[in-house]
């Protein structure tokens, strides 16, 4: 079945350097790279950029492929923006190509790959995170980043609570959906051929049980968590600390040296 | 002998094939059941059961090999797929995380609905379903949701049993029910059998159970077939049985024992009026001397 198939995040266990990071450490890494890509304005600039995050996936040997294979779902995207930059920025000299209503500049050009290559390295980069960072500890870290916020009555810990939950049940609701359809198709439910309405009614027998046993579960997890005695995130401790070392800093350092090396290529201004 | 109404050949089944969570589920599986039969598959878990069976009503696709159903291979054609999830009703495990419908009715007439079926033989089928099942008629009209666990069973059941298939499989229909719900839906099935004269294949890992009511035990180990055979030949291989991790039922590990301590028993019995047998004339011969 095609559905098992998704990644959305998924975590590549590992034993790298990106690996053992704190989790911490790599969000702000990744709000750094995704600073600097923002801040990039030449050739050099997104050749740095590009580079580094190379480096990145070799240290981290999640292999190229499984790169690509993540960055399929947002082909569409990035075609659209590509064509529309190429088409609409107005240029100054003669256009490149011109028919029916299309003028294309080089300015055209310049732009929709600049702005091509900056989705990619923008989505690379975020999918190097979840395939380095297991979900767990992702959200772990989101809520010490986030902690601050809590002075200003954001239920940070609910939040990072619900987000670790749901992630932990997205591989389960697949394979129940799975096993329900499995089921219904045994019954001679036809799920793939009709017209857009009957699609939508053939899965009335997938959703109706799919949303049943979601909240069975959702009940169920709520017993086990109350018979443990959960009560929220008020004084609540970790089992795993999160703790930065020597790397973690050295890792920072480099992270805003990007930054900083990204604003003074700025400053050469080559194209 | 009769020719099977279910057969497969050289059938394989490979899961994410060319990635590195590659695995052969089934390898060269040749799988007969015969009409009228009361087949039991029995295999722990992964050992690939659940493959073969939704490899049966066309579920899932061979990688390689055949399924035929009535002599026809179910995947020549889009209409052949279909009449074969007709033709062998496959119920799931835990079949009543299924239902969807307002009320027990109209769930059980999901099938026959799908068969495309006129109005009036639906009723038919839906009441005969649900009397097989021993639902009483007033259950008919209320949400099968309000229903207990083992009458949400029963109504799943009667869902697959509407479409009238001249295969029923089960997979693990007793799992998790009282001891008074097994014996039931055990019943019902036998009723199907007997009514409709359907092949029934029952998916179990209960030995005991199983030993019990079935005519043909068929052991799926990692992907293959190794026994096949009447209880009686293929729990005299507990060895083999054990290394799979499945065993026999208790009754023949007492009289094996007993026969290794030298007793003159028939050491091939499974269950207890067996025992009983077995003990009775062991006395006899013993009283005769």
Redesign the interface.
């Known amino acids: 079945m095609a559905l098992k198939d998704i990644t959305l995040g998924q975590y590549f266990p590992g034993d790298t350097l990106l690996h053992r990071l704190d989790p911490r450490t790599k969000i702000l890494l990744a709000v750094f790279y995704i600073v600097a890509l923002f801040m990039a304005r030449n050739a050099l600039g997104y050749a740095l950029l590009a580079l580094s995050l190379i480096v990145a996936i070799l240290i981290s040997r999640v292999g190229f492929q499984a790169v690509f294979r993540g960055m399929k779902p947002v082909f569409f995207i990035v075609v659209f923006t590509a064509v529309l930059n190429l088409v609409y920025t107005p240029g100054a000299g003669e256009p490149l190509v011109a028919f029916w209503i299309v003028r294309i500049y080089w300015e055209g050009v310049r732009t929709a790959f600049f702005m091509v290559l900056r989705i990619m390295l923008l989505i690379t980069c975020t999918f190097l995170l979840t395939y380095t960072t297991s979900p767990i500890l992702l959200t772990d870290a989101l809520e010490t980043l986030l902690g601050p916020l809590k002075r200003l009555r954001i239920p940070v810990h609910e939040l990072a609570m619900m987000m670790s939950i749901a992630l932990r049940f997205i591989p389960t609701l697949i394979e129940e959906t799975d ?2 359809m ?9 799920f793939e051929s009709g017209n857009l309405l009957q699609r939508a009614k053939a899965l ?2 997938l959703l ?2 799919l949303f ?2 979601a909240f069975r579960r959702a009940d169920e997890l709520a017993v086990a968590m109350e018979c443990r005695c959960y009560h929220g995130g008020e004084g609540r401790t970790r089992m795993r600390q999160l703790r930065y070392v020597g790397r973690d800093y050295a890792a920072l350092v480099l992270g805003l040296g990007l930054c900083i090396a990204v604003w003074a290529l700025n400053r050469l201004g080559v194209f | 002998m009769t020719s099977p109404i279910i057969q497969t050949e050289k059938l394989c089944h490979t899961y994410s094939a060319g990635t590195p969570f590659e695995h052969r589920a089934l390898i060269d599986v040749d799988f007969r059941a015969y009409p009228g039969e009361l087949l039991g598959i029995i295999g722990h878990t992964g050992s690939g059961k659940s493959t073969l069976i ?1 490899h049966l ?1 066309g ?1 899932l696709k061979p990688t390689s090999g055949r399924v035929l159903v009535e002599d026809r291979d179910i995947w020549e054609s889009k209409a052949a797929t ?1 009449q074969a ?2 033709r062998v ?4 495990q835990y ?1 009543e ?4 419908e307002e009320t027990v009715y109209k769930d059980i007439s ?2 026959p609905r ?2 495309g079926l006129d109005e009036k033989e639906i009723d038919r089928r839906v009441r005969q379903a649900a009397a097989f099942v021993g639902l009483p008629d007033k259950v008919l009209d209320q949400s099968p ?1 309000e229903l207990s666990g083992g009458q949400k069973r029963r109504v799943a059941i009667a ?2 049993i509407a ?1 009238e298939p001249a295969v029923l499989i089960l997979d693990e229909p007793t799992a998790g029910l009282d001891p008074i719900g097994v014996a039931q839906i055990m019943d019902n099935i036998r009723d199907y059998h007997a009514a409709k004269n359907a092949a029934i294949i029952v998916i179990s890992h209960s030995m005991e159970e199983m030993a019990r009511r079935v005519d043909r035990l068929v052991v799926v180990n990692d992907g293959r077939i190794p026994l096949d055979g009447s209880p009686r030949e293929v729990f005299a291989h507990r060895a083999e049985l054990e290394a799979m991790g499945l065993g026999v039922p208790r009754m023949t590990r007492v009289f094996q024992r007993l026969k290794a301590l030298g007793a003159d028993v028939d050491s091939s019995v499974y269950t207890v009026e067996q025992a009983k047998e077995a003990f009775l004339s062991a006395f006899r011969r013993k009283g005769a001397m």
């Not at chain 1, 499995?182 to 036809?190: C, I």
């Not at chain 2, 009703?89 to 799931?92: K, S, T, W």
């Open positions: 096993k329900i499995s089921a219904q198709k045994a019954r001679g439910a036809d009335i027998p109706v049980p049943i046993s | 939704q009503n579920l279909r999830r007709f009703g496959l119920v799931f079949p995380y299924q239902l969807f999901f099938g799908n068969m949701f869902g697959v479409m």
